[in-house]
């Protein structure tokens, strides 16, 4: 092994320049070369590749987005824009590859890991949902985007004596929401996860009403339902109006917080230790602070798991 190349594909996330910077130097500090791909798979496919020095990820640790930058890339997806991107591979001779990435990004990696290339997978979303680490990095820079939100929304609901309804991302995993929800103390939480009872949030809400309450927050995941539609459904059943906050893409950026810088770090400089040790077709993650690594394949074909013990909490504590 002798040129490594670093990607970031997909949704972006905070602490993915902390990955890359580790990826480029631990690959430099063994003697390596390092090649960022800029622009994910649609950069590999057409060759848009560069050489990394050390100095090149220099002053990028505290910075969101990537400096690689980032795409969805449909082409990627079929087995002729697999072989581009495998035969510009070649014509760099980079020898093993880390991609830096969600869902997308890591069926990407496990196509190439079927075509015989050493890869490994670095879980970076804010979705928290890939299988095989308990946690990715960016979800925790934007669970305090999150919480920073939902504490401001409560003033301003506080004052008004409003309900407010938060959508928040996540694609189809409710991580973001509930985390927020426990951690910004909302009154419920709805998450793709369990399936929505109408009936019970209803009575709930009406209950919370008797109890003399003023104001509430609804945290619902974007994977349920949109928060303007959930708006409806609430006015629908029990004639409450509330106002609805979409917080949208500022929940990808911003300055990595230091769980997310560490995280990066650690599981940046483990991409390259496996590629080192020919150990290409894993994923890394992180389960009980241990670095640990899975085959990607597996690890794909696993469900994501919310924690259950914090939904049960979550519950326990918005009564
Ligand atoms: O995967 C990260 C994410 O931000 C999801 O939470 C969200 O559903 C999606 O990406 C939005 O994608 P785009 O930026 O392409 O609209």
């Known amino acids: 092994m002798k040129r490594i190349g670093v990607l970031t594909s997909g949704g972006d996330a905070p602490g993915m320049n902390a990955a890359v910077r580790a990826v480029v130097r631990k690959a430099i500090y063994h003697g390596l070369e390092a090649y960022g791909i800029y622009q994910g798979y649609q950069g590999l496919i057409t060759g848009n590749i560069q050489q990394m020095e050390a100095g090149s990820v220099g002053d990028i640790i505290h910075r969101g987005g990537t400096i690689l930058r980032s795409a969805r890339c449909p082409e990627f997806q ?11 591979l070649e014509k760099y001779e980079i020898d093993g590859l880390v991609v830096i990435g969600g869902d997308g990004s890591y069926r990407g990696a496990k196509a190439i890991t079927e075509l015989g290339y050493p890869c490994v997978g670095v879980p970076g979303t804010i979705d928290n949902d890939i299988p095989g680490t308990e946690f990715t990095i960016g979800f925790d820079t934007a669970l305090n985007t999150v919480i920073d939100a939902v504490d401001k929304i409560r003033d301003t609901a506080s004052s008004h004596e409003r309900n407010f309804i ?22 419920t939480i709805v998450i793709p996860e369990d399936p929505i009872d109408m009936e019970s949030i209803k009575v709930r809400l009406l209950k919370g009403l008797e109890r003399g309450k003023k104001h509430s927050i609804i945290i619902v995941a974007e994977g349920v339902m949109s928060g303007n539609e959930f708006a409806e459904k609430v006015k629908e059943l029990t004639g409450i109006e509330t106002r609805v906050s979409v917080l949208g893409h500022m929940q990808r950026g911003g300055s990595p917080t230091a769980v997310d810088r560490m995280l990066a770090s650690r599981l940046g400089a483990r991409a390259v230790e496996l590629l080192l040790a020919g150990k290409g077709g894993r994923a890394v993650g992180i389960e009980r602070n241990e670095l640990v690594d899975y085959d990607i394949i597996e690890a794909l074909s696993l469900p994501h798991k919310l924690d259950l013990d914090i939904y049960r909490l979550s519950k326990e504590l918005s009564i």
């Open 78 to 88: 079929s087995a002729e824009g697999q072989k581009k991107g495998l035969e510009q």
């Open 166 to 187: 938060v959508e928040v991302m996540g694609r189809n995993a409710g991580d973001l929401a509930l985390w927020a929800g426990l951690a910004g103390g909302a009154e």
